[in-house]
Structure formats: C-alpha cells, structure tokens
C-alpha cells in the first residue's frame, strides 16, 4: 500500500515564475492538505481539499491556489513566485477525523 | 502563524540517555500530535494525546498533555542514534480532520 506520493522531487524556478506540485493521497483517502515549510521552522497550513472543494484555507495570499480531482489526488499552484515562496511543500492526507499522513515533501527553490 | 513553541531549540545527548522536549501552545485544543522529521523530508507521524487524556505511551515514547498549562512533554527513553530528528508538536483545534499548526521544533541530535 502506497503512503502519500508527491512530485516533483524538487524544483527550481525564477522570480515570476508560475509552479505546480502535485500530490497522490494514501490508498482510501480522501482529504489533502498542504503545508509550505520555511528552512528552520514548522510546516505552515496553506489550504485542505475534500470533496473537490477548498475546506479550509490558511494566511497565504491568492497566489496560491490548489484543486482536487475526483481520484482524490491534488495539486498546489504558485503563481508570480518571490524569493520568499522557497520552501519545503508538505502534503498529507487522511480520512476525516483520522491523523494526517505526509508525503516526502517537495523543494522548491527560487532565484 | 505557530500555534506553539518546542523546547529546547536543540538537544544533544549520548546514546541510551532519556529525552525529553517540551510544547506550549496558546489556544483550546482537541488533540496534540508529535512529528518526527528526518533532515527536512516528510514528517512521521509518532502520536496522538486528544484534550481529554494526560498520558500516552507508545513504545519508547511517552507524551504527558497539561491542558491547563497549554503544554505537553515528549519522552524518548533509551536513545538510539536513529532517534536524531527534528521533533515537532502540532495541535488541532477541531473535531476532525482539521488543520494542524505546528510548533516550532527541537533538534535532538544523539551522539553514538
């Protein structure tokens, strides 16, 4: 049984740029959530998806964006990336009510 | 924003001593929850306290949750060298699969 998958691996873009990570949930799964976590610090909530839609979102502007397909995998996109958008993006699933499973992470670099 | 902070920062202690690291966090919760981090990859999933208990075991691990306090203590007994990670806490405010908020996290490096 497959755990949280999430590509690419890691990602290196320019200042205004435009990204998409994506996020396979563990098998029986239907929620995902990410997290963009800055070097040295804890995992930030960014937005969960269930259901297709956006459940909950955290204090990131609308550059951030993400969306659910009916398999239950996602994605997050990042539109005119900054400097500040260099990250560790975390994404997890779970089944409602249950803990949250994390996937490798993503690196995301921007120069 | 961090709903917590760990303490220490950092940790560094010799193989086969006890750990112990600390989380306070500000507002009510439902659950605390303890991660474990490996050289900034994905986050393991180590366990779970919900609001209404005050200790947990599991396996090498003891959690302890004072909600009057707002805070909560890992215990790693007998360290091995794999236990060296970053330790974080993360609380969830809602009755089910809500957003986590993490704290923000101990080194704890052991030294064989």
């Known amino acids: 049984d497959a755990g949280v998958t999430q590509s690419p691996t890691h990602l290196i873009k320019t200042r205004g740029q435009q990204v998409t990570l994506r996020c396979s949930p563990k098998?029986?799964?239907?929620?995902v959530s990410w997290y963009q976590q800055a070097l040295g610090q804890g995992p930030q909530f960014i937005f969960q998806y269930y259901e297709e839609e956006e459940r909950q979102r955290g204090n990131f502007p609308d550059r951030f964006s993400g969306h659910q397909f009916p398999n239950y995998s996602s994605e997050l996109n990042v539109n005119a990336l900054l400097l500040g958008d260099s990250a560790l993006y975390l994404c997890a699933s779970s089944l409602l009510s249950s803990e949250q499973f994390f996937g490798p992470g993503t690196r995301l670099t921007v120069l | 924003s961090q709903q917590g902070e760990e303490d220490p920062q950092a940790l560094s202690i010799q193989e086969g001593e006890n750990a112990t690291m600390n989380c306070s966090y500000k507002?009510?919760?439902?659950?605390l929850q303890w991660y474990r981090q490996n050289s900034g990859r994905g986050l393991v999933h180590l366990i779970l306290?919900?609001?209404?208990?005050r200790e947990k075991h599991s396996g090498r691990l003891r959690v302890t949750l004072d909600t009057s306090k707002k805070s909560s203590s890992l215990l790693i007994t007998a360290s091995r060298a794999a236990d060296t990670a970053s330790y974080f806490c993360a609380t969830e405010t809602g009755f089910g699969n809500e957003k986590l908020t993490f704290g923000t996290g101990t080194r704890l490096t052991i030294i064989p």
């Open positions: 507002t009510s919760i439902n659950n």
């Open positions: 306290i919900r609001s209404n208990e």
């Open positions: 098998s029986g799964h239907d929620t």
